[in-house]
C-alpha cells in the first residue's frame, strides 16, 4: 500500500507534463549548482509577485505625500470671457416719486410720450449691464485647522504599514513555496535513483537469464519472467524522470527563471536526517510574527484612526483664501476698448458643521462596530492560529518517528536483499525469492524518502504559521 502512494506522489508530480523522457546527461559547465538558501535568494529577488508587492508599498507612499500636499498652498489661475446675449432688465416702484415730479415743475407732452415709449419696449423696466465682460486672475488657498485633514495622515500611515506587512506575507510565502519546490525535486531525484537501481537490477538479472538459456542452464520461462520484471519497471522509471523535470520547471518559474537554463541540487534529502533531532527539539510556538495576527492588528489600528477622522469631522475647520483678478467690461465689438481694472482679496474662511441628518454619528457608529469586530476576530485567529500549531508540531514529530522506523526498515530490508543475493548464487533461493527483496528493498527507500519529505514540508509550513522565516538572511546572499 505504501508503493502505492509513493508512485501516485511521483505521478502526481508528472501529470502536467507530456509523457516523454528527457535525459539527465548535461555537461556539467552548463548546469547550475544551486543550494536550498540560493534559490530562495534569488526568487526573493526575481519573483514578480514580490517586486508587485514593492510597488504596492511605493504606490501608498505616494497617496501620503497627496494627504500632506493637502495641508500646503493651492494656487490655480482662471480666465473668462462673457458676451451678454440679452440683458438683465431692472423694474423700479416709481410711485414714491409721483409727488416730486409735480414740485420740480410742469412736465411736457412730448417728455411723456418718450417715457411711455420706452416702458412700452422694455416692458416697464430699465437694460442693464454690458456686452462683453472679461476676468482673469490667480487664487489661493490654505488650510489653517483642518482636524479631519491631520487625522488622516495616521489613517495613511495605517495603510502603509498594511501594504509593508502583505510584502512580507508575499515573502514568507514564496519562501515555504520555494522550499516545497526544492523539496519535491529532491524528492523526484531520490526517487529516480531508487527506481533506476531497480531497473538495473532487473535488466542484469535478464541478461544473466539469457545467458544461461543459451548455454542451456535456464528455461525459457526464467528469460521472459526477468524481462516482464524489467519492462514493469520501466513506465515507473518514465514517471520519475517526467517527475524531475516538471519539480524543476516548477521551483525555477518560482524563482523567476529562464526555465531553459539548467540547474541542479546540491544536497539529497538524507542529508537532513542528520538536523532533524535538533530542530524538532528547538521549534517555536509563538505566533507573534504570523502575518495574518499581524495584518489582523493593524487593520484594527486603521479601523481606529477611520473612527477618529470620522470624529474630526464634528470639529470647525478654518482657511486661509486670497484673489488677485483683472476684470473689463465694455460694450459694441469684443476685445476692443478694454481698460482692465485690477482688484484683491484677502480672507478666512471658517465652515462649522451643525446638521447633516445624522449622518455623522451613524458614520462613527458604524466604525466603532467594525472596531469592535477586530476585536472578537482576533480573538478566534488566535485560538486557531494555537490549534494549527499544535497540529503541525504533532505532524513533525510522528514524522521523525517514520524517518527513524523507515531508516531502520532500509537496514534491514538491504540485508535481506544481500542474504538472499548469495543465497541465489548458491542456489539456495529462487528468483522470485530474490525479486520480492529487490521490490521490499526498493519499497523500504521510497518510503524513506518519502517520510523525509514529509517531514520537511511539515517544518517549511509551519514555519509560514508561525512567520519566522529569517528573510533578512537570503536578502544578504543577493549583496
Known amino acids: 500500500m505504501r508503493f502505492l502512494t509513493i508512485k501516485a506522489t511521483l505521478l502526481a508530480l508528472a501529470i502536467a507534463s507530456p509523457m516523454c523522457v528527457f535525459s539527465q546527461e548535461i555537461a556539467t559547465s552548463d548546469t547550475l549548482a544551486l543550494s536550498l538558501d540560493k534559490c530562495i535568494a534569488i526568487a526573493l529577488n526575481e519573483n514578480p509577485t514580490i517586486k508587485v508587492a514593492d510597488m504596492e508599498i511605493e504606490r501608498v507612499d505616494y497617496s501620503k505625500k497627496e494627504i500632506i500636499g493637502q495641508l500646503l498652498p493651492t494656487i490655480s489661475f482662471d480666465a473668462s470671457y462673457n458676451r451678454t446675449v440679452e440683458k438683465q432688465v431692472a423694474y423700479m416702484n416709481m410711485d414714491a416719486f409721483k409727488g416730486l415730479g409735480s414740485l420740480g415743475g410742469s412736465s411736457t407732452e412730448e417728455g411723456s410720450n418718450e417715457e411711455s415709449s420706452s416702458k412700452s419696449k422694455s416692458g416697464g423696466g430699465i437694460k442693464m449691464g454690458l456686452d462683453n465682460s472679461y476676468s482673469y486672475g490667480f487664487s489661493a488657498a490654505m488650510p489653517l485647522i483642518a482636524p479631519q485633514l491631520w487625522k488622516s495622515l495616521s489613517l495613511s500611515n495605517s495603510q502603509i504599514l498594511q501594504n509593508v506587512e502583505s510584502a512580507r506575507k508575499s515573502r514568507l510565502a514564496l519562501i515555504s513555496q520555494v522550499k516545497n519546490a526544492y523539496y519535491a525535486l529532491l524528492l523526484a531525484e531520490d526517487s529516480y535513483n531508487v527506481i533506476l537501481d531497480s531497473y538495473e537490477n532487473a535488466k542484469f538479472n535478464h541478461e544473466v537469464y539469457q545467458k544461461k538459456y543459451q548455454v542451456g542452464a535456464a528455461s525459457e520461462y526464467d528469460v521472459l519472467r526477468s524481462s516482464v520484471a524489467m519492462k514493469n519497471v520501466e513506465p515507473e522509471l518514465a514517471q520519475a524522470e517526467i517527475a524531475i523535470k516538471q519539480a524543476r520547471l516548477q521551483l525555477e518559474i518560482l524563482m523567476g527563471m529562464d526555465v531553459t537554463i539548467p540547474i541542479k541540487t546540491t544536497t539529497k534529502l538524507a542529508d537532513y536526517e542528520n538536523t532533524m533531532y535538533d530542530n524538532t527539539l528547538s521549534l517555536s510556538r509563538s505566533i507573534v510574527d504570523n502575518s495574518d495576527l499581524r495584518m489582523l492588528d493593524i487593520q484594527t489600528k486603521t479601523l481606529k484612526d477611520a473612527l477618529s477622522v470620522q470624529k474630526m469631522s464634528l470639529l470647525p475647520t478654518l482657511a486661509l483664501v486670497a484673489n488677485y483678478n483683472w476684470t473689463s467690461s465694455?460694450?459694441?465689438?469684443?476685445?476692443?476698448?478694454?481698460?482692465?481694472?485690477?482688484?484683491?482679496?484677502?480672507?478666512?474662511?471658517?465652515?462649522?458643521?451643525?446638521?447633516?441628518?445624522?449622518?455623522?454619528?451613524?458614520?462613527?457608529?458604524?466604525?466603532?462596530?467594525?472596531?469592535?469586530?477586530?476585536?472578537?476576530?482576533?480573538?478566534?485567529?488566535?485560538?486557531?492560529?494555537?490549534?494549527?500549531?499544535?497540529?503541525?508540531?504533532?505532524?513533525?514529530?510522528?514524522?521523525?518517528k517514520q524517518i527513524a522506523t523507515s531508516s531502520e526498515s532500509v537496514a534491514q530490508a538491504d540485508k535481506a536483499h544481500s542474504i538472499m543475493e548469495k543465497s541465489f548464487e548458491i542456489g539456495a533461493a529462487s528468483y522470485l525469492d530474490l525479486r520480492d527483496s529487490e521490490l521490499a528493498l526498493t519499497r523500504a527507500r521510497l518510503a524513506y524518502y518519502q517520510s523525509i519529505y514529509n517531514y520537511l514540508v511539515a517544518n517549511s509550513n509551519l514555519e509560514l504559521l508561525l512567520g519566522n522565516a529569517d528573510i533578512e538572511k537570503y536578502s544578504n546572499l543577493n549583496e
Open 330 to 400: 465694455t460694450n459694441g465689438t469684443p476685445f476692443k476698448n478694454i481698460i482692465w481694472s485690477p482688484y484683491s482679496v484677502v480672507g478666512l474662511t471658517l465652515s462649522v458643521p451643525i446638521f447633516q441628518g445624522g449622518q455623522r454619528y451613524s458614520r462613527i457608529k458604524q466604525a466603532s462596530i467594525q472596531v469592535q469586530e477586530m476585536k472578537w476576530q482576533r480573538e478566534n485567529l488566535e485560538r486557531t492560529l494555537n490549534m494549527q500549531v499544535d497540529v503541525a508540531i504533532d505532524n513533525i514529530q510522528m514524522n521523525v
